[in-house]
């Protein structure tokens, strides 16, 4: 099968740190991969080379076979590819209801002056999304106003109203409570499976990688170490090492 | 009653109130103070609207002075005395000169946005009034008395002609700008002012989003500009004149952003304070001025339509 995302001698460093070197990969269509790796081992780099919010110094992006490297976010966003962030970006100062509606128009690419963005149709689909995230009893909040984990789950909930063809996730769980993290892990996997998404995250728990992913790429220093079925993969002392700093 | 009836009956009260009420009931000057109030409402809407995506700018007398001069030179050079075309005209050039500034001007942010702006306006200040032959410098140029829709009017006609034209023009306006605060696009402008990097990541362009609603605010501008000339029936470069754009921004601050109808509300009470306050003292009336722009920073800080929030609401059974 073809890849949906492929990667060809990808190449960048800041200064003297190398992010990614020589970096060459592929995500298959209906795949869950995981990214695992150290602080400062390339992997957010990765998904900002890869949705096009930095640009290799050398080497190729494969979007579905289309070369994509030199692409804007926004342009890689429309051709399918949506993300979520370490940090949520939210826009604090809407409700929850109002930035996903503001989503799904996104999508549409409905971004119009004139009719209004509150459409019976788009707020039954908004909150359809929500409750799938289990958050449409926040929709009339404001997004300032809810917890961390709400919005944890809001920022990947934008993505997930993108209709994606694939998701990159940046540390889902990064800033969850250790026994939340596989509450949330679960609904993101359930809502995931639902709608067929295919699905690249980063991680630096190896439980969860463990757990959700089908298969793991180690990152150390900007380079692929390791790349196989997750219980192979973490299993191997090097790796451990690697993103552990200990066996 | 139906809620949808009701709100009919309220605005067509309203209008009645406004369009044959007022003029009948008040005097000459009221009148024309409330014709410029609400024609000027509309550059402070442009300002307004900007500020929804954190674009505060210092030089929106640029647009007001567009649309004047675009209605001078017809008069000048075409002979147009229609007030109807005058105002399109105006428009056209609102939108041209927004459309090309834009171009640059959409691309800053912050402090560099409100400067750059300022920059584009005393540009135009000293070109009308250094290109003496074209714009008469600082003689102006006079438009005389138009004509509406054919009709020719004179004195007190006219002037009763003008506020209605003003009135009316102001509040389809403001409607216009409702929906868009309402539409995706209005949001987007929103969601640019809380994080531009995620507007980007759901695939919609914010260069674009900034430059349209930037085109829009300088039509708003343009439109202002030109019932001003309408009316006044004289107009000079000081239309540009950086102060000018600082009288928007302190009446966009004096009525608060909270609303469309908020720099109507403003517009109306900055031109009756700056009236009384020049007829009480005239030597210290910006001093005045100055003293209550304090006033509503400490304790208005939502503007004056903040005080709306604590009208008595109608449950809504």
Redesign the interface.
């Known amino acids: 099968m073809s890849a949906l995302l492929e990667t060809v001698g990808l190449t960048r460093f800041f200064g003297s740190v190398r992010a990614a070197e020589d970096l060459n990969m592929r995500v298959t269509e209906g795949e869950t991969v995981g990214i695992i790796g150290s602080n400062g081992s390339g992997k957010t780099t990765f998904l900002n080379l890869a949705t096009g919010y930095l640009k290799p110094e050398r080497g190729r992006i494969l979007l579905d076979g289309r070369d994509t490297t030199a692409l804007p976010p926004r342009a890689i966003t429309r051709l399918g590819v949506a993300r979520s962030f370490q940090i949520p970006q939210l826009y604090l100062g809407m409700t929850v209801l109002e930035a996903t509606l503001l989503s799904l128009a996104a999508r549409a690419g409905r971004i119009g002056a004139w009719a209004p963005l509150q459409r019976d149709d788009r707020i039954g689909e908004a909150r359809q999304t929500l409750a799938q995230f289990a958050l449409d009893t926040h929709a009339p909040r404001l997004i300032g106003e809810l917890p961390e984990g709400s919005r944890k789950l809001l920022d990947i909930a934008l993505a997930v109203a993108l209709k994606p063809r694939l998701l990159l996730m940046d540390e889902p769980t990064a800033g969850v409570s250790t026994e939340d993290k596989f509450e949330v892990m679960d609904t993101l996997a359930a809502v995931l499976r639902d709608s067929g998404i295919t699905t690249l995250f980063v991680e630096h728990d190896m439980d969860v990688v463990q757990r959700y992913s089908q298969r793991v790429l180690v990152f150390d220093q900007g380079l692929v170490i390791a790349d196989g079925e997750p219980a192979k993969v973490l299993g191997d002392a090097d790796v451990r090492r690697a993103v552990l700093g200990h066996v | 009653m139906d809620k949808r009836l009701r709100a009919i009956a309220v605005l067509l009260v309203s209008a009645l109130l406004l369009l044959v009420g007022v003029p009948l009931l008040l005097s000459g000057w009221l009148l024309f103070l409330l014709t410029v109030a609400s024609a000027k409402a509309l550059a402070v809407l442009g300002i307004v609207l900007l500020l929804r995506g954190k674009l505060l700018t210092f030089g929106h007398a640029l647009y007001y002075a567009t649309g004047a001069y675009a209605a001078g030179m017809a008069v000048r050079y075409l002979g147009v005395h229609e007030a109807l075309v005058l105002l399109a005209l105006a428009l056209v050039a609102g939108v041209a000169m927004g459309a090309l500034l834009g171009l640059l001007v959409a691309r800053y942010r912050a402090v560099y946005f409100a400067l750059l702006n300022l920059a584009f306006s005393m540009v135009l200040y000293g070109m009308l009034l250094k290109l003496y032959n074209v714009t008469g410098g600082t003689d102006g140029i006079g438009i005389g008395e138009p004509t509406l829709a054919g009709f020719r009017l004179g004195g007190n006609a006219l002037r009763i002609a003008m506020y209605e034209l003003s009135v009316i023009l102001t509040a389809v306006l403001v409607y216009f700008t409702h929906?868009?605060f309402?539409?995706?696009?209005?949001?987007?402008l929103?969601?640019i002012?809380?994080?531009e990097?995620?507007v980007?990541?759901?695939?919609?362009?914010v260069w674009r989003?900034v430059y349209?609603s930037y085109i829009?605010a300088g039509a708003l501008g343009a439109v202002s500009g030109c019932l001003i000339a309408l009316s006044v029936g004289h107009i000079t470069p000081d239309l540009a004149f950086w102060s000018q754009s600082g009288e928007f921004v302190f009446v966009a601050i004096l009525g608060g952003t909270g609303s469309v109808l908020a720099p109507v509300i403003g517009s109306v009470l900055f031109e009756a304070v700056r009236n009384y306050a020049f007829e009480l003292s005239p030597y210290t009336w910006q001093m005045t001025l100055g003293i209550v722009l304090l006033l509503i920073i400490f304790f208005l800080p939502g503007g004056v339509w903040s005080l709306t929030s604590y009208l008595p609401r109608r449950s809504s059974r």
């Open positions: 929906r868009f309402v539409s995706p696009l209005g949001y987007t929103r969601a002012r809380d994080n990097v995620r980007e990541y759901m695939g919609v362009s989003a349209v829009i």
